[in-house]
């Protein structure tokens, strides 16, 4: 990869990898074919779609779209192999437990970001009427029939918000989910859930409340675009200037992020197809903090600490979410990065120019600002362990080439 100068063109946005997840692990729920369109074509569909199948289900992908049968009967265990390699495993817990009463699921891998306990899923099936053991590794969970309860989230966890939609979809009454997850992938999976006649009010909103059904029908369903996606190109765009229509963009989903963009400096124009974004000069800094939807999205920061290391002025990043999500910070600094980083806080002052370096990604998201960061850098960069980035991005490589970036997958 090579430092590259204005971008210019149309880059089209793919479905959302955490929506797409979810919408899998969710059609265990429906005996019968469903079919999604719009899922991504990246590593963690293709996981949980081995996931899926060691449980039975047999899936066929046709370009964008992938069909699931989902059998009467259910193989309820989700091996370490598979789950150690993608956190979102764990999205499989309430769907088996709502279908057949049963689940055995290896504690969760995935991403670098510190510790991110599933208590709050466990804790809420189990007010639900589940109960669960754990040996060897794995979380062995039954529940021979749901009910319905209400449950309190001390922080709205999007996984654990997602997990007892599942479940409760099919418990016995009404549950009602207080301090829920907002996010654009909630309302997601609720507007699935619904479609396949799930019984979902307050969607969007802190409080979701279900009534459960006792049976769920397969459906067909297309995914959302991937915001992430879009936040990276907007990255991509603030570094190296230029103009970029990002094609399917949801700017509704990105209204805090656009504010922040725009407050940089750059020009961003709402269009019937998507996106736009303009950038002529050099972006300014700004003071960035993460927190839940509809807040900055955690996911957004490394992008935008990215942006910070060639802005002029200096901005204090503060993470609210995840504790040690700064690792990515050592290799920017390996690339003249001027940040200095403790705890939850780091200050980035930003330099004229970054210089290529051999650098490494620690999970999607950080692969994907050293990406960006290489953009902003004389000579060449080079990232190991760039399979983290296949996890979540669809020819990332390909579609920044396109728009006249200097950027070649090996």
């Not at 507007?191 to 802190?206: C, E, R």
Request: aromatic share 4%; with cysteine; net charge negative.
């Amino acid at each position: 990869m090579q430092g590259s100068g204005p971008l210019n063109g149309d880059i089209p946005i793919g479905g959302a990898k955490n929506s797409a997840l979810k919408l899998m692990a969710a059609s265990l729920l429906a005996e019968g074919s469903t079919s999604l369109l719009n899922v991504p074509d990246i590593a963690d569909v293709a996981i949980m779609s081995e996931l899926l199948e060691a449980m039975g289900v047999e899936i066929e992908r046709i370009g964008d779209r992938i069909d699931l049968d989902v059998p009467a009967e259910l193989d309820p265990i989700a091996p370490y192999s598979l789950v150690e390699r993608m956190r979102a495993s764990i999205a499989v817990l309430g769907p088996l437990l709502a279908r057949i009463g049963h689940a055995r699921v290896a504690m969760p891998g995935g991403d670098d970001f510190g510790s991110r306990p599933i208590d709050m899923h466990l804790q809420g099936l189990e007010q639900l009427g589940a109960t669960f053991s754990y040996q060897h590794g794995d979380i062995s969970g039954e529940a021979h029939q749901l009910v319905g309860a209400e449950v309190f989230l001390e922080f709205p966890s999007v996984g654990a918000t997602e997990n007892l939609m599942m479940a409760a979809v099919l418990a016995q009454g009404e549950t009602v989910i207080e301090n829920a997850a907002r996010e654009p992938e909630i309302t997601d999976l609720a507007n699935f859930l619904s479609q396949m006649g799930a019984m979902i009010d307050g969607v969007g909103t802190s409080r979701v409340v279900i009534e459960g059904v006792e049976v769920l029908r397969p459906t067909t369903y297309t995914t959302i675009p991937d915001r992430i996606e879009a936040a990276t190109f907007l990255a991509a765009v603030a570094v190296c200037g230029g103009e970029v229509l990002l094609k399917g963009a949801r700017p509704d989903h990105m209204e805090m992020l656009i504010r922040k963009l725009e407050e940089m400096g750059m020009g961003l124009t709402v269009e019937p197809s998507g996106l736009r974004a303009e950038v002529t000069d050099r972006l300014r800094a700004v003071d960035v903090s993460t927190l839940p939807y509809p807040g900055l999205a955690t996911d957004y920061k490394p992008f935008l600490v990215a942006a910070l290391c060639v802005a002029e002025g200096a901005g204090m990043v503060t993470e609210n979410i995840f504790a040690g999500r700064f690792r990515y910070v050592d290799e920017l600094v390996r690339m003249g990065a001027e940040i200095r980083a403790e705890g939850r806080h780091a200050v980035v002052r930003g330099v004229e120019r970054l210089s290529g370096a051999p650098v490494r990604a620690h999970d999607i998201r950080a692969g994907a600002a050293l990406v960006i960061a290489g953009l902003a850098a004389e000579g060449e960069t080079v990232i190991a362990n760039a399979y983290h980035v296949d996890r979540g991005y669809e020819d990332l490589a390909g579609k920044l080439t396109s728009v006249g970036a200097q950027v070649t997958r090996a």
